[in-house]
C-alpha cells in the first residue's frame, strides 16, 4: 500500500467534528484524474462536512488541491442544510450540465437522517470544478435533457400484495424476510421476536416528511405484542403497543408497562402523529372510537449526535414476544 495523498487543511479555527478524509471518488476527464472526497466529519457541528477536489495526471499522485476548496460547505449553522458532504460528481442528461449529489442535514430537523441534495457546478477555464452560486436552500432549475419520473414513493400499504413492499425494510431481523414475514388473508404476518422494540421484529419505511400520521389494524397471538412507533434504533424509539395484559409506552428507548384497557383485547388500532417532533398516540378497539394516551413525546433529539448509527427516525411495525402479529391497513398521511 502507498500513501499518496495527504489531503486539504483547512483552517484550524473552521468548527468541525474531525479531520476525518474519507469517501474518495475518482474520475478521468481529459488528462486529470479528480478526485472527489469528503473532510470534517459526517455529524457533529452543522458546520463540519464539506467537499473538497484535488487533480493528478497519474493515479499515483502527485495529488494538486483545487484552489476552490471547499467546494461545498456548510458555513453557518443558520443555513437550511448541515453537515454538506460525501459527494459524487456526475454529468447531467444534456450532456453538458455537471452537478454534485451529495447529503445533508436538515436544519431543525437532525432526526429525519441525511439527505440527497444535488447541486450543480461548472467546470473553469482552467480544469477545475467550482459551485455555481446556486442557494441550495431553495429549488434549482430542472436539469435540462431526459425524461422526468414520479417523485418519492407512496407508504401507505394495505398488504394485499404477495411480497413485501419497496418502502419497507426490517431492522437486524432474526432471519431473512420471508423467514420472519408472510401474507395471509390480506395481512401482513410477523414472527414475534424479543422483548420490545429494542430486540423484537422491526419493519421500517423511511421518510422526510416534517408532519405525518400513521395508523395499522392489529392482531397479535396470545404470546406477542404488536406496536406502532417511530424508531431510529435499540436505543431511541417512541410509540405505544399491547400485550396480552399490558398496554406499553415507549420513550426514550424505555418500556413503560400500564394497565391495559379493558376495551382492547387481541384485535386492535393503532394511531402515532409526529408534527414537528411532537408526538401523538392514540388506541381503539373497532377503529371508530379512539383513545388518546395521555402522554406525548418530544423526540427531535432522537438522533446521530446522540445516539450514533447514521439512521433516520423512521415509522415502524413492531412484532415482540411469542408467536405472530398480523398487520393490515397501514395507512401513512401527510400533514400540512
Given at each position: 500500500m502507498k500513501k499518496v495523498y495527504d489531503g486539504w487543511k483547512y483552517p484550524e479555527h473552521w468548527e468541525v467534528e474531525?479531520?476525518?478524509?474519507?469517501?474518495?471518488?475518482?474520475?478521468?476527464?481529459?488528462?486529470?484524474?479528480?478526485?472527489?472526497?469528503?473532510?470534517?466529519?459526517t455529524a457533529g457541528p452543522a458546520t463540519s462536512h464539506m467537499v473538497i477536489m484535488a487533480r493528478s495526471k497519474s493515479i499515483d499522485g502527485p495529488w494538486e488541491n483545487s484552489p476552490y476548496n471547499p467546494v461545498v460547505r456548510t458555513a453557518?449553522?443558520?443555513?437550511?442544510?448541515?453537515?454538506?458532504?460525501?459527494?459524487?460528481?456526475?454529468?447531467?442528461?444534456?450532456?453538458?450540465?455537471?452537478?454534485?449529489?451529495?447529503?445533508?442535514?436538515?436544519n431543525g430537523y437532525y432526526n429525519l437522517g441525511r439527505q440527497t441534495l444535488l447541486e450543480p457546478v461548472e467546470w473553469t477555464d482552467d480544469g477545475w470544478v467550482k459551485a455555481s452560486g446556486y442557494d441550495?436552500?431553495?429549488?434549482?432549475?430542472?436539469p435540462r435533457g431526459g425524461e422526468a419520473v414520479p417523485h418519492g414513493?407512496?407508504?401507505?400499504?394495505?398488504?394485499?400484495?404477495?411480497?413485501?413492499?419497496?418502502?419497507w425494510s426490517f431492522f437486524h431481523p432474526a432471519g431473512t424476510p420471508t423467514e420472519v414475514s408472510r401474507y395471509e388473508d390480506g395481512a401482513l404476518v410477523v414472527k414475534a421476536t424479543g422483548t420490545s422494540p429494542k430486540d423484537g421484529t422491526r419493519l421500517s419505511a423511511v421518510c422526510g416528511d416534517h408532519a405525518y400520521e400513521m395508523q395499522?389494524?392489529?392482531?397479535?397471538?396470545?404470546?406477542?405484542?404488536?406496536?406502532?412507533?417511530?424508531?431510529?434504533?435499540?436505543?431511541?424509539?417512541?410509540?405505544?403497543?399491547?400485550?396480552k395484559d399490558q398496554m406499553l409506552e415507549y420513550r426514550k428507548g424505555d418500556i413503560t408497562p400500564f394497565p391495559k384497557?379493558?376495551?382492547?383485547?387481541?384485535?386492535?388500532f393503532l394511531r402515532l402523529r409526529n408534527d414537528r417532533h411532537v408526538v401523538t398516540l392514540w388506541y381503539s378497539a373497532?377503529?371508530?372510537?379512539?383513545?388518546?394516551?395521555?402522554?406525548?413525546?418530544?423526540?427531535?433529539?432522537?438522533?446521530?449526535?446522540v445516539a450514533d448509527g447514521f439512521l433516520s427516525l423512521r415509522p415502524t411495525l413492531l412484532a415482540a414476544g411469542a408467536g405472530e402479529v398480523r398487520f393490515r391497513n397501514f395507512k401513512y398521511t401527510v400533514l400540512p
Open positions: 474531525t479531520f476525518a478524509q474519507e469517501g474518495p471518488k475518482v474520475m478521468r476527464r481529459g488528462d486529470y484524474y479528480y478526485m472527489v472526497l469528503a473532510e470534517g466529519g453557518s449553522a443558520s443555513e437550511k442544510w448541515w453537515s454538506r458532504g460525501h459527494a459524487t460528481l456526475v454529468e447531467g442528461p444534456d450532456g453538458k450540465q455537471w452537478y454534485l449529489v451529495y447529503h445533508a442535514y436538515e441550495v436552500a431553495r429549488p434549482i432549475p430542472m414513493i407512496a407508504l401507505s400499504d394495505d398488504f394485499g400484495a404477495s411480497k413485501l413492499g419497496t418502502q395499522v389494524e392489529i392482531d397479535s397471538d396470545e404470546g406477542a405484542t404488536g406496536g406502532l412507533l417511530v424508531f431510529y434504533s435499540e436505543r431511541l424509539f417512541a410509540g405505544i403497543g399491547f400485550s384497557p379493558a376495551s382492547v383485547g387481541r384485535h386492535y373497532d377503529g371508530v372510537q379512539w383513545t388518546k394516551h395521555w402522554m406525548q413525546i418530544e423526540v427531535s433529539g432522537y438522533h446521530h449526535n
